[in-house]
């Protein structure tokens, strides 16, 4: 098993930034993907960035110019530094944790920007 417990979310204006840390903790050893996704009242699930092992990162295209995902693996921990965040970043971020073909995902960090 895989625990993952994320920090960093909260209440931000238009146009400020917020950190988010995920770490993972049990059963690291073969994680290979980690990564964000959000999820906003009444909408799925959505990719925001993900990173290998290796820091190969993946974006979604509408968020790509403002965040940026960077991985610490001697801390078992990846961070998403978001900037310029508009109203509509407003979501609940849940971080994963892909090992031997599973998902393990975090409780999520709600993240409000205000207009």
């Known amino acids: 098993q895989v625990q993952l417990v994320e920090s960093g979310g909260g209440l931000v204006q238009a146009g400020g930034s917020l950190r988010l840390s995920c770490t993972a903790s049990?059963?690291?050893?073969?994680?290979?993907?980690m990564g964000w996704f959000r999820q906003a009242p009444g909408k799925q699930r959505e990719l925001v960035a993900t990173?290998?092992?290796?820091?190969?990162?993946n974006y979604a295209d509408s968020m790509k110019d403002r965040f940026t995902i960077s991985r610490d693996n001697a801390k078992n921990t990846v961070y998403l530094q978001m900037n310029g965040l508009k109203p509509e970043d407003t979501a609940v971020y849940y971080c994963?944790?892909?090992?031997?073909?599973?998902?393990?995902w975090g409780q999520g960090t709600q993240v409000t920007v205000s207009s």
């Open positions: 994963h944790a892909d090992r031997d073909y599973r998902r393990y």
């Open positions: 049990g059963s690291i050893v073969s994680i290979n993907v």
């Open positions: 990173i290998t092992t290796g820091g190969r990162t």
